[in-house]
């Protein structure tokens, strides 16, 4: 069960040039430095690695092992301090398979030099490892007292872009025994992808029809760690489309109810389900999120996607987003129904760029106003924050795209993690061509990839209350679909 601490994610991109350079052709070791940012989640402190600093001529010596000459990491000590960023030190283990211990030189070379780099960038020295097979190994050099520097181990290491791959440390994050009620799941993929699989941390954010059902999915598949977040109660007219929700719940909150639910259905043993009554908007759900592997998107309102789009690039969490669409004509008989489901992540379009919501309604959201039973009446009809039709079965159908974006990011089957953005369309039966492409060129998202806390947007706070005061029961007010 991944309970991690600290971690380390970066890009394929960032990943790939350090493999270039750390895995020589000629079998030896090589070291380099980079630059990190901070992503602070609740319970996890997540090193971002966003630029490489490799060694120019005569700045390092490979002898069979590899070190580094005090001019390169004086160098380094100072482009962090200059960008207000850590440093973190690279080496590779061209013998080494999976996650890599420490030798005694290793030690010496990274707490030898975590009092200078900490006094450099007043931030904690981080040292990673690379083993032949890509496998990455990371841990925090923390100061405990002055002079005193202690390694903590991070649980896992990820690398985020077309695919989410994570090297967890075993010790921190054990490997989960399968059991005979997974059987048929595990012989669909094998043993080592449902290791890889099952340890991840998963946050489900909103607990509606979709939200639920997704939940259901993880829960049966084996998934160890979930967290979920809803500040919301059930009502009477949830109850066509809450999987988890009967008659006896109707006033609980939806995350009391699904995270009982999810008890008695999980598949895997232990299995965590941890309740965050907040909305991602605030400060807690946010920094909650930032303690998830890959975020499931079960929220309609702009405000909630822009922060999760931002999570996406900005922290290298991938998320999961969907969405549905239903229109009645005018003489009340359906019309039209639609779902959709992608993944925001490093290399593929932002929810910006896909439509998935109006940025210029993001700061209408933050003042109140879409709790404004005013606002709502004023909006055309058909607008999405008006129309609030949806059917179980629909639910169901784009809950099961959304489960598939995200098994397919994680297991890769025959190479293949991007299914590309699903659009699905009842009336007619029409399945969209999946399509694939990036984000505009003047879109911001891309730029902020791995700048995690030092992105420099203020993306929580709160709904400006006077005007959410005003909001009336049985209207617009639900968040999550
Ligand atoms: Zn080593
Ligand atoms: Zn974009």
Redesign the pocket.
Known sequence: MSRASYSVAMTEAVAKVARNHLLRADGQEDVCFALWRPSQGRSRLTALIHRLLLPEEGERRVHGNASFEPTFFERAMTEAAAEGAGLALMHSHPLGRGWQGMSRDDVRAEQGHAGASFGATRRPLVGLTLASDGAWSGRFWMRTAPRTYARQNCATVRVVGERLSVTYMDELSPPPLANAEQMRTVSAWGEQAQRDLARLRVGQIGAGSVGGLVGDGLARTGFEDVMLMDFDFIETHNLDRLTYATRRDIGQLKVDVQAAHLETRATADPFRVEKIVAAIYDEEGFRAALDCDVLFACVDRPWGRYILNLIAYAHLIPVIDGGISVRSNRHGKLAAADWKAHTATIGR??L??LGQYDPGLVQTEREGRLDDPTYIAGLPKGHPLKTRENVFAFSMSCASMQMLQMLALTLAPLGQPNPGAQSYHFVGNITEEPAYGD??PE?Q??ALAGLGDDCGIEATGTRNTAVAAAMTDGGPAEAEY
Request: neutral net charge; hydrophobic residues 10%; aromatic residues 12%.
């Open positions: 379009p932002c910006q760029c984000c505009h879109c998202f891309p």
